[in-house]
């Protein structure tokens, strides 16, 4: 199987190209610069020239707040690049892998979203990776659709490491307490990935590492498991300001993943050690 690699140059596109090569499958990865999805010519060119069995679609534009100020340009790469990929992938004859977010949901309630419940999302960028979903059922049948949330991994940047760096000059940190979800490590995400393009078994996922907690807690456990002396204090959203809004509930079911079944990821606590391990924080 040929497989290619959107967005290779970003946490999750690299781990996923990392774990082709672990397995000796043929594959190119590209970053945003060797193939920009919003040009609907280059990436006819690129991707035919390659002619690949598989895509993965890790590129995204994922500055959640940036996108407030710049709609366009979310848009363009989330929604209309990801329409690009879907319609070259249809004239290949080439499955699909597409990454979206749990910011399909408008974030509202205290049990996890299945992959069957309605979407409505509040925010630019929750909207253009729906749109993106949207356009890629369109285009194609042999399609996946894998929503995950807090994500964090080796290459770029990402809550875990902001909490590191910011440990280094502050000993009190306000962070959010009543926003609920599951974060998502890229090294346990890129194999499952890996393992559904070589299934035909379509449709929506949603995939994270199991267990569940708020951004405050995973700010303690960082800090507890490096051993930084920081001490967290609890905000409300409301005390926490953002441009685009950010849904208090960000949990995921995952009924439709192990009905599939794919094994479910390693709890969030190994997966933040093994993590910290990787980055060299502990």
Same mark, same amino acid.
């Given at each position: 199987m040929r497989v290619f690699v959107t %967005?290779?140059?970003?946490?999750?596109?690299?781990?996923?190209?990392?774990?082709? +090569?672990?397995?000796?499958?043929?594959?190119?990865?590209?970053?945003?610069? /060797?193939?920009?999805?919003t040009d609907a010519a280059a990436v006819d060119a690129v991707l035919g020239a390659y002619a690949p069995d598989a895509v993965i679609h890790c590129a995204a534009w994922t500055k959640v707040d940036a996108a407030e100020d710049d709609p366009d340009a979310c848009w363009a790469v989330n929604a /209309?690049?990801?329409?690009?990929?879907?319609?070259?992938?249809?004239?290949? %004859?080439?499955?699909?892998?597409?990454?979206?977010?749990?910011?399909?949901?408008?974030g509202t309630g205290e049990t996890p979203y299945k992959t069957t419940d309605p979407v409505g999302p509040l925010s630019v960028y929750g909207k253009s990776k729906l749109a993106g979903e949207q356009a890629a059922e369109r285009l194609l049948d042999r399609l996946f659709i894998v929503r995950i949330s807090w994500v964090f991994g080796k290459n770029g940047k990402n809550f875990v490491k902001t909490m590191l760096r910011l440990a280094e000059t502050k000993t009190e940190l306000g962070v959010v307490a009543?926003?609920? %979800?599951?974060?998502?490590?890229?090294?346990?995400?890129?194999?499952?990935?890996?393992?559904?393009?070589?299934? /035909?078994?379509?449709?929506?996922?949603?995939?994270?590492? +199991?267990?569940?907690?708020?951004?405050?807690?995973?700010a303690e456990e960082i800090f507890r498991r490096t051993g930084k002396t920081v001490k967290v204090d609890r905000l409300?959203? +409301?005390?926490?300001?953002?441009?685009?809004?950010?849904?208090?509930?960000?949990?995921?079911?995952? %009924?439709?993943?192990?009905?599939?079944g794919f094994a479910p990821l390693p709890d969030w606590h190994d997966a933040l050690d093994r993590y910290l391990k990787e980055i060299e924080a502990i």
């Open positions: %967005g290779a140059a970003g946490q999750l596109g690299c781990d996923v190209c990392r774990e082709l +090569e672990r397995r000796g499958w043929e594959y190119r990865g590209a970053s945003s610069r /060797e193939m920009d999805v /209309e690049g990801t329409a690009n990929v879907a319609a070259a992938c249809a004239r290949l %004859g080439a499955k699909l892998l597409y990454l979206s977010t749990d910011y399909v949901f408008p009543d926003q609920i %979800g599951s974060p998502t490590y890229t090294a346990d995400l890129a194999p499952l990935l890996c393992d559904m393009i070589e299934t /035909e078994k379509y449709g929506v996922y949603h995939a994270t590492n +199991e267990g569940e907690c708020s951004w405050a807690e995973l409300t959203t +409301e005390q926490y300001p953002a441009k685009a809004p950010r849904p208090r509930n960000s949990r995921l079911d995952k %009924g439709s993943l192990t009905a599939a």
